[in-house]
């Protein structure tokens, strides 16, 4: 397993286009994170996933955000009408159960460009 | 959540070992102390977690204060490759809520050759 792999690594984007993006977690892990870090920032909350189950949203996570799991696998992040407030970095995690012993496994991210 | 309190930034001499503070005084009884690790161009990597007592693991040593109000993270030789951002998180691990983390702004810590 090659870890948690996400897709596109970078997207320039005009505003008020709509976005999607992709997370392939490793295969065996029930829960999936996103997060979104601007510059010179740490990593903010936006949602998790436990299975197929949405089971938490942060109150970042506006009505232009949707996030996906379909079958309990890989995860989309969806941002419609895209504003420039929303370039940043788009992380993913995913792990097995709820407290991992090796903490959780972060995608590399994809950056998010809106002009 | 409780939080964290890091310095900015830090530097150290590659080989030599690196001791990274955080400082974490509204620390409650179920909170663990984990460290993850962001390389440049990178998302967060795991490094290390405690509770109470003082945990080694091929990366690092935790070392953890009696009071638990403050931590240190203990790189024994930095390398060029462990120039990265270091967050230093409290997680109630008691079993309620989603186990999200909840990044600081962190230490950035430069190796110099």
């Known amino acids: 397993d090659t870890g948690v792999s996400q897709d596109p690594r970078h997207k320039i984007t005009k505003r008020g286009q709509n976005v999607t993006f992709r997370c392939d977690p490793i295969?065996?892990?029930?829960?999936l994170y996103w997060y979104r870090q601007t510059l010179g920032q740490g990593p903010e909350f936006l949602t998790y996933?436990?299975?197929?189950?949405?089971?938490?949203k942060s109150r970042l996570l506006s009505d232009r955000f949707s996030a996906e799991r379909p079958k309990g696998s890989f995860s989309t992040l969806e941002i419609q009408r895209t504003e420039q407030g929303d370039s940043a970095m788009y992380l993913c995690?995913?792990?097995?159960?709820?407290?991992?012993?090796?903490?959780?496994?972060f995608g590399s991210g994809t950056r998010l460009t809106v002009v | 959540d409780a939080k964290t309190t890091q310095p900015n930034s830090m530097e150290s001499n590659e080989e030599e070992p690196v001791h990274l503070p955080c400082n974490h005084s509204t620390i409650s009884g179920t909170d663990y102390i984990h460290w993850y690790r962001q390389l440049p161009s990178q998302g967060p990597e795991y490094v290390i977690h405690g509770l109470t007592s003082n945990v080694n693991n091929r990366m690092a040593s935790l070392a953890i204060a009696e009071d638990r109000k403050s931590s240190t993270l203990i790189l024994h030789r930095a390398t060029l490759r462990d120039a990265a951002v270091y967050y230093c998180?409290?997680?109630?691990?008691?079993?309620?809520?989603?186990?999200?983390?909840?990044f600081g702004k962190g230490t950035k810590l430069s190796v110099i050759p």
């Open positions: 996933f436990q299975n197929e189950a949405q089971l938490e």
């Open positions: 995690a995913s792990s097995l159960g709820q407290i991992p012993a090796e903490g959780y496994t």
């Open positions: 998180i409290l997680r109630d691990d008691s079993g309620a809520g989603s186990y999200q983390l909840t």
């Open positions: 295969s065996e892990h029930n829960r």
